[in-house]
Each structure stands twice: as structure tokens, then as C-alpha cells.
């Protein structure tokens, strides 16, 4: 079993929609969460660490819910430069992180 | 400008053939480490390193070397390559303290025949 799950998409969405999709990680022991965005394999680059209570930036909320071992990326008013594939990690320390395949958003006009 | 460099960005190699990707970091980053991407896997790493002469396998070290014997570069090493190891390469670094970022270099296409 992979250690950290996403949905691979595509999601299709038109601009100014919200788009939501979740990850699930395996390790009970995890302790660090991020999302990061790549673009057409391209270097991934981070879009937000992920915390116990939440966190916003911006148009980007990602949630936390360790009971159930998911992590949440929510879009709102999506730009066509959203269009990614979005990372998933969940590592139990900064060393050990271990990454998701990728959740890919294409947003349309 | 604060980066991590590897070369070459494309490879195509044969069998048996070694051959050595580099990285190299200005950030002064503790920590470095390698993954492979490859399609429905994900990132997955490869090696790892925590500081100049420390390095540790990864999920997927088979096949490859790895050296650490300046703060600034990690070099990946493949000392028979196999069409198995066709992959994207990434190599990244960060500065080893809790939460702190990854910054990845822009990739080595790695072609085996």
C-alpha cells in the first residue's frame, strides 16, 4: 500500500470555481504535511505546509484531519494558472517525506 | 540567486554505462536528497543526507551511490545502469529544520536503452 493516496483527477473546472480533493496517508507517525505544486514535470515547488489547525493562503485552504489520516487542499475562484498537479506529502519527519502521485486541476475559460 | 543545479537536464545512456548526475546547492542547506519520478509513483527518494558525510538510503536506493563531501554538493551515481532506471530525477535540498520546504532542482530526464 502507498504511503501517502490521492486521487489522480483530472479534475476540469471552470474559472471561478471552487475545486476540493483530499489525500490520505498511511503512517500514523506522521508529522509534516505539505502540498506542492509541479507544472507539466516540471520541479515541484511547495504551495503550503499544512498545520493541526488549518491554514490559509490566499485562495488555498488546507485542512488536517488526523483521526481519519487526510489532508485537504481547497481552491476557491480558480485561476487558469491553477492548472497543476498537485503533491501531496506526508513525512514522519523533514528526511523521511513521502509523496503522493499527484492530483491534476485543469481549470478552463 | 538561491538554487539548486543539476546537470545534465537529459540523458540518454546505454546498459551498463556508468554515469553521475550533480547537484549542487547555494543555500547552504544541511540536508540533501535525491527522488525519482516516474508515472501513478509519485516522488520517491532515493537517498538522502543530513550533512557533509552523512548520507542514508531512501525508499528506492537500489542501483545507485551517492556521496556527500561538501556541504554544497550531492552527486547521484550510477554505476551500471538499467532500462529500469529510466526516470526524472530531482534532486532537492532544505535547510533540515522542522517544516521547512524542500527546493528542487529542475530535473534529469534519464533515458537507459
Known amino acids: 500500500r502507498k504511503e501517502v493516496e490521492q486521487d489522480p483527477g483530472p479534475f476540469n473546472v471552470p474559472e471561478g470555481a471552487t475545486v476540493a480533493f483530499n489525500c490520505t496517508y498511511s503512517n500514523s507517525a506522521s508529522q509534516s504535511f505539505f502540498w506542492y505544486r509541479q507544472d507539466c514535470r516540471k520541479e515541484p515547488k511547495l504551495l503550503m505546509s499544512v498545520y493541526s489547525s488549518g491554514n490559509e493562503d490566499g485562495r488555498f485552504t488546507a485542512q488536517l484531519n488526523r483521526a481519519s489520516q487526510y489532508i485537504s487542499l481547497l481552491i476557491r475562484d480558480s485561476k487558469l494558472s491553477d492548472s497543476a498537479t498537485y503533491l501531496c506529502v506526508a513525512g514522519i519527519n523533514d528526511y523521511k517525506l513521502s509523496f503522493g502521485a499527484g492530483t491534476t486541476v485543469t481549470v478552463r475559460a | 540567486e538561491a538554487q539548486v543545479t543539476q546537470n545534465p537536464r537529459y540523458l540518454i545512456t546505454v546498459t551498463g554505462k556508468k554515469l553521475t548526475v550533480t547537484c549542487s546547492q547555494n543555500m547552504n542547506h544541511e540536508y540533501m536528497s535525491w527522488y525519482r519520478q516516474d508515472p501513478g509513483l509519485g516522488l520517491r527518494q532515493i537517498y538522502y543526507?543530513?550533512?557533509?558525510?552523512?548520507?542514508d538510503k531512501g525508499d528506492v536506493p537500489e542501483g545507485y551511490k551517492v556521496s556527500r563531501k561538501e556541504k554544497r554538493n550531492f552527486p547521484l551515481i550510477l554505476e551500471s545502469p538499467s532500462p529500469n532506471q529510466t526516470s526524472l530525477y530531482f534532486c532537492a535540498s532544505s535547510p533540515g529544520v522542522y517544516n521547512s520546504p524542500l527546493h528542487f532542482g529542475n530535473g534529469t530526464r534519464l533515458t537507459v536503452t
Open positions: 543526507s543530513m550533512n557533509v558525510e552523512v548520507t
